[in-house]
Each structure stands twice: as structure tokens, then as C-alpha cells.
């Protein structure tokens, strides 16, 4: 097979990983029955999430630790592995503890392996479209959610949230199992006949080693403007069927319904954000993107506090939009500043931001169980996306200083 058609079964492999990679973004369809079935409360529920986050950047940096030593193949059996066995012993749970464990711990490091596994090796197949590939590698990510969301509301109402657990483990594991015979980066060779990068090729070819990445002012601002934004993302991931079945009284099936609109916002978004940021560059996508964000959450307000639920629903729509916007950019600009041969470590580090972010709906959580309403959370989210805008303005200006001129300025 000619390789221009062969390297999209690469692409199309990594699309399905993510596909059941993503499922743990169905997160908010489980809060209410986990809460129900064991009385816990919401803030237990939210750092369950919360540890699962924290976890993927465990196994992230993982991947960039190991991948020098463990193909991508390999590594990604030991994700769907960790994956099965998680959601597996999430079903025999009796202490929120346990789910922490399971849940958070196993089921994160599985998906923060993977993650990085297909995104380190899948792009690399496209080099002269990197933006686009990663768009349609996280496009399946996001859609996870579409997918499985109404699957898992009816298995919970059906079968229960036990055995709902056992059949995802077993799912899930078995596709990224299987896809991972399909993984792999491009030998030397097959480098030489795929088209050559055209869009500031100088920058491209530049790669810095991670201990040097970590040096440059540029890529603590970009560290925290992702916090920021994956911050937001993540607490309307986590409490977006909560406000809407608790704040706006909808009814749960209704908000499965808009959790997987949502996600199909988000995903099909990514694919777009890709081709985006091949279009317009770092600076002007990264600028659309927070004021995505900025917009989102003060329609997301005004529609919570007013009590209109179809404005809300368009205003969550946005945030998932602008959530795949920071997805698909976080990938892209690691490769854009600081190459495509030290991107696995490089981008290790700067999952980092999870650390933090993960922490967002937890805090979310607790506020809401003290005020008893989401109006609180929702003014703090308009004010984490102000000053989002901010560090983009700031990473604005370093960007013109240290890489417009190309690779002069950053051998300085």
C-alpha cells in the first residue's frame, strides 16, 4: 500500500483508541446514582474525578519516561490493561476510598498512557498537517462521550451502576487492546516520503530537550493559561448534569441527552480547532479560543441565575467547544515551540497542569455544598476565563519576541 493512504490507518487506529479512552469524560452521568446508591455527597463524587485527572498526568509522564525503552504498542496494552482492571474493580466498591483507587487511580494512569502513546506517535504520520491529525485523534476523544453517554444512562437505569462498571472495563479494555497492534511512529524511511512540513518549517525543525523547555518564560505562561482553560473545562465536565437536573430542574435523561450534545460539540470541534490552527497560527487560535471560553461562562451564568435552560445548553455547548479548542492546541503548540522529536517528555511535563486543574471541580463542588447553588461557582468561572485572556496577552508578547524571527531568537 502506497504510504500516503497507508499512514491513515495509523490516524484511523489512534481515533478509535480515543474513542473508548474517552469514556472516563462521561464522568457526571455517574455522580447522581454513585451519590444515591452509597449516600455520599457531592464534593466525595467530584474528587473522585478529580484524582482520575491527577492520575492521567501520572501516566503521561510515564509515557515519556518509558517510551524510550517500551514501544508505544507495548505500553499501550499496559493502558487498556490498567483501564479494564479499573473499571472492573470500580464495581465491587463499598468506600468512596475504593473508588478513588480504582476509578481515580488505575482508570487515570491507563488513559494518561494511552493518551500520550497515540498523540506521540499518530501526528507524526501528517507532518505537514499536525494540527489537523491531532484534531481528528482528540475529535475521537470527545466523542466518546456522544457514544457512551446514553449507552451507560440506560445500562445504570437498567442493569445497574455494578454491572454498567464490569461491561465498560471489559469494553473499553479489549478496543484499545486490540488497536494498539496498530500503533506505531514512522521509521526513517517512510519519514523521507511523507510530505515535507511547509508552515514555518524552521520552528518545526527545532526541537528542544525538555530540561531546556522548562527554562523559557513562554512555557510557564502557556502552563498556566492551560490550567486555566483545561480548569474550566473540567468543572462543566463534572457538574453539567448536576446544574442542570439540580439548578434548572431537567430531567436526567434530558441531561444524558445534553451531555452527549455537548461531547459531540467538543469532539467534532477538535477536528475543526485542527485545521484552525493549521490555518492561523498559535497566537490568533490560542486568542479564539479564551475568548470562547470568556463568552461561554457568562452565558453559562446569566443562564443559571435567569433559570433559562435552553441558553444554558448552548452556552455548555460553547464551553465544550472551547474545552476541545485548548485540547487539540495543548498538542500542537508543544510540537509548534519545541518540535516533534522531544514532543513525548515535552508534553509529559506539561500535563502537569492537571495537577492543578483537577483540583477545579472539587473546589467547584465544595463551594456549591456550602452556598446549596451553582450561582457562586458559575461567577468564578467568568473569573478564571478573564484572567485566561490575560495570560494569553502575555504569551502573546513573549511569542512575538522569542519566535517570530524564527530559530535565531530561540538559540539565544
Given at each position: 500500500?502506497d504510504?500516503?493512504?497507508?499512514?491513515?490507518?495509523?490516524i484511523?487506529?489512534g481515533?478509535?483508541?480515543?474513542l473508548?479512552?474517552g469514556c472516563?469524560?462521561a464522568?457526571s452521568?455517574?455522580?447522581?446514582?454513585?451519590?444515591?446508591l452509597?449516600?455520599?455527597?457531592r464534593?466525595?463524587t467530584?474528587?473522585?474525578?478529580t484524582?482520575n485527572?491527577?492520575m492521567?498526568a501520572?501516566g503521561s509522564?510515564?509515557?515519556g519516561?518509558?517510551?524510550?525503552?517500551i514501544?508505544?504498542?507495548?505500553?499501550?496494552?499496559?493502558?487498556?490493561?490498567?483501564?479494564?482492571?479499573?473499571f472492573?474493580l470500580?464495581?465491587?466498591?463499598?468506600?468512596?476510598?475504593?473508588?478513588?483507587l480504582?476509578?481515580?487511580?488505575?482508570?487515570?494512569?491507563g488513559?494518561g498512557?494511552?493518551?500520550?502513546?497515540v498523540l506521540?506517535a499518530c501526528?507524526l504520520w501528517?507532518?505537514?498537517k499536525a494540527g489537523?491529525?491531532?484534531?481528528?485523534?482528540l475529535m475521537g476523544?470527545a466523542?466518546?462521550?456522544?457514544?457512551?453517554?446514553?449507552?451507560?444512562?440506560?445500562?445504570?437505569s437498567s442493569v445497574?451502576?455494578?454491572?454498567t462498571f464490569?461491561t465498560?472495563g471489559i469494553?473499553c479494555g479489549?478496543?484499545?487492546f486490540?488497536?494498539?497492534?496498530?500503533?506505531?511512529?514512522?521509521?526513517?524511511?517512510?519519514?523521507?516520503q511523507?510530505?515535507?512540513v511547509?508552515?514555518?518549517?524552521?520552528?518545526?525543525t527545532?526541537?528542544?530537550?525538555?530540561?531546556e523547555?522548562?527554562k523559557?518564560?513562554?512555557?510557564w505562561?502557556?502552563?498556566?493559561?492551560?490550567?486555566?482553560?483545561?480548569?474550566m473545562?473540567?468543572?462543566v465536565?463534572?457538574?453539567c448534569?448536576?446544574?442542570?437536573?439540580?439548578?434548572?430542574?431537567?430531567?436526567a435523561?434530558l441531561?444524558?441527552?445534553?451531555?452527549?450534545?455537548t461531547?459531540?460539540?467538543?469532539?467534532?470541534?477538535r477536528?475543526?480547532?485542527?485545521?484552525v490552527f493549521?490555518?492561523?497560527g498559535?497566537k490568533?487560535?490560542?486568542l479564539?479560543?479564551?475568548?470562547?471560553f470568556?463568552?461561554?461562562?457568562?452565558?453559562?451564568?446569566?443562564?443559571?441565575?435567569?433559570q433559562?435552560?435552553f441558553l444554558?445548553?448552548i452556552?455548555?455547548c460553547l464551553?465544550?467547544v472551547?474545552?476541545?479548542?485548548?485540547a487539540?492546541?495543548?498538542a500542537?503548540?508543544i510540537?509548534?515551540l519545541f518540535?516533534?522529536?522531544?514532543?513525548?517528555?515535552?508534553?509529559?511535563?506539561?500535563s502537569?497542569n492537571?495537577?492543578i486543574?483537577?483540583f477545579?471541580p472539587?473546589?467547584?463542588?465544595l463551594v456549591?455544598?456550602?452556598?446549596g447553588?451553582y450561582i457562586?461557582?458559575?461567577?468564578i468561572?467568568?473569573?478564571?476565563?478573564?484572567i485566561?485572556?490575560?495570560?494569553?496577552?502575555i504569551f502573546?508578547?513573549?511569542?512575538?519576541?522569542d519566535?517570530?524571527n524564527?530559530?535565531?531568537?530561540?538559540?539565544k
Amino acid at each position: 500500500m502506497d504510504i500516503l493512504k497507508k499512514r491513515w490507518v495509523y490516524i484511523v487506529a489512534g481515533f478509535i483508541i480515543f474513542l473508548f479512552m474517552g469514556c472516563s469524560l462521561a464522568w457526571s452521568i455517574f455522580v447522581v446514582p454513585l451519590e444515591t446508591l452509597f449516600n455520599w455527597t457531592r464534593d466525595q463524587t467530584s474528587l473522585a474525578f478529580t484524582v482520575n485527572i491527577l492520575m492521567f498526568a501520572v501516566g503521561s509522564i510515564l509515557t515519556g519516561i518509558l517510551s524510550k525503552r517500551i514501544p508505544f504498542s507495548v505500553l499501550l496494552k499496559i493502558s487498556a490493561i490498567l483501564m479494564c482492571g479499573g473499571f472492573l474493580l470500580s464495581s465491587l466498591i463499598s468506600s468512596v476510598f475504593q473508588l478513588y483507587l480504582t476509578y481515580g487511580v488505575l482508570v487515570g494512569i491507563g488513559i494518561g498512557l494511552g493518551y500520550n502513546c497515540v498523540l506521540s506517535a499518530c501526528p507524526l504520520w501528517l507532518p505537514e498537517k499536525a494540527g489537523t491529525a491531532t484534531g481528528i485523534l482528540l475529535m475521537g476523544y470527545a466523542l466518546s462521550t456522544a457514544i457512551f453517554g446514553p449507552v451507560l444512562n440506560t445500562l445504570i437505569s437498567s442493569v445497574g451502576i455494578v454491572n454498567t462498571f464490569r461491561t465498560l472495563g471489559i469494553v473499553c479494555g479489549a478496543g484499545i487492546f486490540i488497536g494498539s497492534f496498530f500503533i506505531r511512529v514512522p521509521k526513517l524511511q517512510e519519514l523521507e516520503q511523507l510530505p515535507q512540513v511547509s508552515r514555518n518549517a524552521n520552528k518545526k525543525t527545532y526541537n528542544v530537550i525538555t530540561s531546556e523547555m522548562i527554562k523559557k518564560p513562554i512555557f510557564w505562561v502557556y502552563f498556566i493559561v492551560v490550567v486555566l482553560f483545561g480548569g474550566m473545562g473540567l468543572i462543566v465536565i463534572n457538574h453539567c448534569s448536576p446544574m442542570l437536573t439540580e439548578g434548572l430542574a431537567v430531567s436526567a435523561t434530558l441531561a444524558a441527552l445534553v451531555v452527549s450534545i455537548t461531547s459531540i460539540c467538543n469532539g467534532i470541534s477538535r477536528f475543526v480547532w485542527g485545521i484552525v490552527f493549521d490555518k492561523i497560527g498559535v497566537k490568533r487560535c490560542l486568542l479564539l479560543v479564551s475568548i470562547c471560553f470568556a463568552v461561554a461562562s457568562i452565558g453559562l451564568f446569566i443562564s443559571y441565575a435567569s433559570q433559562i435552560s435552553f441558553l444554558f445548553i448552548i452556552c455548555a455547548c460553547l464551553m465544550y467547544v472551547s474545552y476541545g479548542g485548548n485540547a487539540i492546541t495543548c498538542a500542537s503548540v508543544i510540537r509548534e515551540l519545541f518540535g516533534h522529536r522531544t514532543f513525548s517528555l515535552n508534553y509529559s511535563v506539561l500535563s502537569l497542569n492537571t495537577v492543578i486543574n483537577s483540583f477545579f471541580p472539587t473546589i467547584i463542588g465544595l463551594v456549591q455544598v456550602s452556598t446549596g447553588t451553582y450561582i457562586l461557582p458559575l461567577m468564578i468561572l467568568i473569573g478564571i476565563s478573564i484572567i485566561s485572556l490575560i495570560m494569553i496577552f502575555i504569551f502573546t508578547k513573549l511569542y512575538n519576541k522569542d519566535y517570530e524571527n524564527g530559530n535565531e531568537a530561540l538559540e539565544k
